[in-house]
C-alpha cells in the first residue's frame, strides 16, 4: 500500500470514530446522547488507536499534520515526504466526515441546533479569545507529539504502542480538551470542516471560517516545539533550533495578543462535546 493511501485511509477512520462519537452524543434522537465528554475523550482515544493498528506498518501512521512536521523538524521523517502526507490527511479527514454525516442523516435532520451540526465536524472554543485559544492548542499538540516521540522511545509488547498511545490521546481530551475541543490535529478540524461547507446539511450555519486558522496554526506549532523540546531536553541536542523556534513562536504569540479582542464573536455553542 502506498504510504499517502495509508494516510488518507487512517485519517478517514479517525474521523470516522472521532467525529461518530461528537455525533453519537449530541445529536437529537440517537441512543447516546447526553454520553458526555468522558465518552468523547475515550472515543476519540479508541480513534487514533484504531487508526494507527489500520496504517501504521504502512506509514507510520501520522493521521496529523503536527506530527509529521513535528518530526520531521527534528529529522525523524523525509521533509520530501511531508506535504503528500498532509494532502492526504486532510483527504482523508474530509472523506470521513462525509461519511459521518451519512450514518447520522437523519439524526442531523431531527437537530435543530446548527452550532451542534457544526461540532460534529470541527472544533470551536468554549470561550472565544484567539490568543488564549492558540496557546491552548500549543499545549496539547506539544504534549501530543513529545509524548509519542517518549513512547517510541520504550519498547512495549508487540503491538501495544496504538493503545499506549490512543490513551495519550484520552489523556489530552480529559486533561486539556476543554478550553477549545482539542483538535491538536489540522487535518482533524480542517478536513471535516470543509466537507460541512460542501455538504447539504440541512439547517446548517456557516463553518465558521474566523476560527479555523487556530485548530491549525497552534497544533503545527505545538508539534513542532513538542519535538524540538524533545530533542534538547531527552537527547541533550538541537537547543539552537528550539531557542530560535521558540522566539518565533513569541513573536507569533505577541501578534496574537495585541490583535485579540476577549469573548470575540467566533464560537458555537459551549456547552456541545466536540
Do not use: C
Amino acid at each position: 500500500m502506498s504510504v499517502y493511501i495509508a494516510e488518507i485511509i487512517g485519517t478517514m477512520l479517525l474521523i470516522i470514530f472521532g467525529g461518530g462519537v461528537v455525533a453519537n452524543v449530541n445529536l437529537e434522537k440517537s441512543k447516546a446522547q447526553g454520553g458526555g465528554w468522558i465518552v468523547v475523550a475515550f472515543g476519540w482515544g479508541f480513534a487514533v488507536a484504531m487508526a494507527v493498528y489500520a496504517v501504521g506498518q504502512y506509514s507510520d501512521a501520522h493521521i496529523n499534520p503536527a506530527v509529521t512536521l513535528g518530526f520531521a523538524s527534528v529529522g525523524e521523517f523525509d521533509w520530501a515526504l511531508v506535504p503528500g502526507y498532509i494532502a492526504s490527511q486532510v483527504i482523508g479527514a474530509m472523506i470521513g466526515g462525509m461519511i459521518v454525516f451519512a450514518h447520522f442523516r437523519d439524526h442531523f435532520t431531527e437537530t435543530n441546533d446548527p452550532d451542534v451540526k457544526l461540532a460534529v465536524f470541527s472544533t470551536d472554543p468554549a470561550i472565544p479569545n484567539r490568543f488564549s485559544n492558540f496557546i491552548s492548542e500549543f499545549i496539547g499538540t506539544a504534549v501530543l507529539v513529545s509524548g509519542l516521540l517518549s513512547i517510541g522511545a520504550n519498547e512495549f509488547t508487540e503491538g501495544l504502542n496504538p493503545l499506549i498511545v490512543g490513551f495519550l490521546i484520552t489523556a489530552i481530551g480529559l486533561s486539556l480538551g476543554g478550553p477549545t475541543g482539542y483538535a491538536i490535529n489540522p487535518a482533524r478540524d480542517l478536513g471535516p470542516r470543509i466537507a460541512h461547507a460542501l455538504l447539504p446539511i440541512p439547517g446548517k450555519r456557516d463553518s465558521n471560517w474566523a476560527y479555523a486558522p487556530i485548530p491549525i496554526l497552534g497544533p503545527i506549532f505545538g508539534g513542532i516545539f513538542g519535538a524540538m523540546a524533545y530533542r534538547s531536553f531527552f537527547l541533550e541536542e538541537g537547543y539552537v533550533e528550539l531557542a530560535i523556534f521558540t522566539a518565533v513562536t513569541i513573536v507569533v504569540l505577541g501578534v496574537l495578543r495585541f490583535t485579540t479582542k476577549r469573548h470575540e464573536p467566533m464560537a458555537s455553542n459551549p456547552d456541545v462535546k466536540n
